[in-house]
């Protein structure tokens, strides 16, 4: 079997690897090389060097603007989503009548398009907001919060799917042996519950933190960036670089390659991180 399975194995691989080359591997290395061009198509390329890098960062401050209100949105949203979601798994898993009901309500809004989502909460925060006579671009923390609600709402109930499964895998005989040993619910959540779903909190973690990281349609559509690129992002900032004017698309792929590897590395630094937790659990 395992002679087989090397003679023809590369046979199954090679379809999943040549869509892969096809649509990732081999545009992602152009990107890489058009980072370093000035150009208008691909094939209409010139070779300048770090010229892109040095003006994403010297040309003016809003790319740093940007990655400093995507970092601090990053933080609280992550920290959120996953307090709200660890909550409402720890509650629907407690054999409460009409708790499926309760899931599919909570996960449906995962399943609207980001631009859709940006378009109602800006209609539902500005209908707020109009009876103090502002709107959400009035101020850069009315879109902050924002942004941080409208992650919540769509977020928070994917994230309870995956917390709902880690909680049910829990033995109860681990949670009966706690509790007879005299350990309060508090004791039992800290040193039974939270260890034994670290593999969800894991996975939980890692897709909060990447898609607060890259949020563009909702950021797009919620406030674009008002006021004065206060709010934008660095998927917005990257976008709007990119289309600003003829000539400035090296600079804008120049920070898209910057995104890219900030995201990689934040993320393989958090995935390594729970991971450890998870054997020490």
């Known amino acids: 079997m395992k002679k087989t399975m090397r003679k023809y194995g590369w046979i199954f691989v090679l379809p999943t690897l040549a869509a892969f080359t096809i649509t990732f591997l081999i545009?992602?290395?152009?990107?890489?090389?058009?980072?370093?061009?000035?150009?208008?198509?691909?094939t209409n390329s010139e070779w300048i060097g770090f010229s892109n890098y040095v003006n994403a960062f010297s040309g003016n401050t809003d790319f740093l603007d940007a990655l400093w209100f995507t970092a601090r949105f990053t933080i609280v949203a992550v920290l959120t989503i996953n307090v709200f979601a660890f909550a409402l798994a720890l509650l629907l898993t407690r054999g409460l009548k009409g708790t499926n009901a309760f899931r599919t309500v909570f996960f449906m809004p995962n399943l609207i398009g980001g631009i859709v989502l940006g378009y109602i909460w800006q209609l539902i925060i500005n209908g707020i907001l109009i009876n103090f006579g502002v709107d959400i671009t009035f101020s850069a923390a009315y879109g902050f919060w924002g942004l941080v609600i409208l992650m919540n709402w769509q977020l928070v109930g994917y994230m309870m799917v995956i917390y709902i499964a880690g909680?049910?895998?829990?033995?109860?005989?681990?949670?009966?042996?706690?509790?007879?040993?005299?350990?309060?619910?508090?004791q039992v959540l800290k040193h039974v519950t939270v260890p034994m779903v670290m593999p969800a909190i894991t996975i939980c973690t890692f897709l909060t933190l990447t898609n607060s990281f890259k949020l563009f349609d909702?950021?797009?559509?919620?406030?674009?960036?008002?006021?004065?690129?206060?709010?934008?992002?660095?998927?917005?900032?990257?976008?709007?670089?990119?289309?600003?004017?003829?000539?400035?698309?090296?600079?804008?792929?120049?920070?898209?390659?910057i995104f890219f590897l900030m995201v990689g590395l934040i993320a393989f630094i958090q995935l390594r991180l729970t991971r450890t937790k998870e054997v020490e659990s």
């Open 218 to 257: 909702q950021n797009l559509a919620l406030t674009k960036g008002a006021p004065a690129k206060q709010t934008a992002m660095l998927a917005l900032d990257i976008f709007n670089t990119f289309y600003a004017r003829a000539g400035s698309e090296g600079v804008g792929q120049a920070k898209a390659v």
């Open 167 to 186: 909680v049910q895998n829990i033995p109860n005989e681990l949670n009966e042996a706690a509790f007879i040993d005299g350990a309060s619910k508090w």
């Open 27 to 42: 545009p992602f290395i152009i990107g890489i090389y058009l980072s370093f061009c000035r150009f208008t198509t691909v």
